[in-house]
Nanobody, 127 residues
Framework: VQLQASGGGLVQSGGSLRLSCAASGLTLDYYGIGWFRQAPGKEREWVSFISSSDGRRYYADPVKGRFTISRDKPKNMVYLQMNSLKPEDTAVYYC?????????????????????WGQGTQVTVSS
């Protein structure tokens, strides 16, 4: 099983990027998919999540209204469209997947709740 995040790069403030999360060895549609990011010297933080059961989407407050998470089932991909990027969005972005049942409703915000992680992709937003 392997996840791979891609699509990062250098962009000016206000610009856009679309990150992709590809999988081999598992069907992403059966898994809840989270995006996290980690800036230098900071903890890895949750960014967004899309549910496997009902497709509901959730966003951390700093990215709400600017980022959109989506699935492409035929391609077995999950995307994170990032618009109106800010310098504070600069980080390494990771996708993660988990298919198990969880006891509490907001489990997806916890980085330890995911079974599979991809290698990150660097996003740098210049001011």
């Amino acid at each position: 099983v392997q996840l791979q995040a891609s699509g990062g790069g250098l962009v000016q403030s206000g610009g856009s990027l679309r990150l992709s999360c590809a999988a081999s060895g598992l069907t992403l549609d059966y898994y809840g998919i989270g995006w996290f990011r980690q800036a230098p010297g900071k903890e890895r933080e949750w960014v967004s999540f899309i549910s496997s059961s009902d497709g509901r989407r959730y966003y951390a407050d700093p990215v709400k209204g600017r980022f959109t998470i989506s699935r492409d089932k035929p391609k077995n991909m999950v995307y994170l469209q990032m618009n109106s990027l800010k310098p504070e969005d600069t980080a390494v972005y990771y996708c993660a997947a988990d298919g198990s049942l969880h006891a509490y409703s907001m489990w997806y915000q916890g980085k330890y709740e995911y079974a599979y992680w991809g290698q990150g992709t660097q996003v740098t937003v210049s001011s």
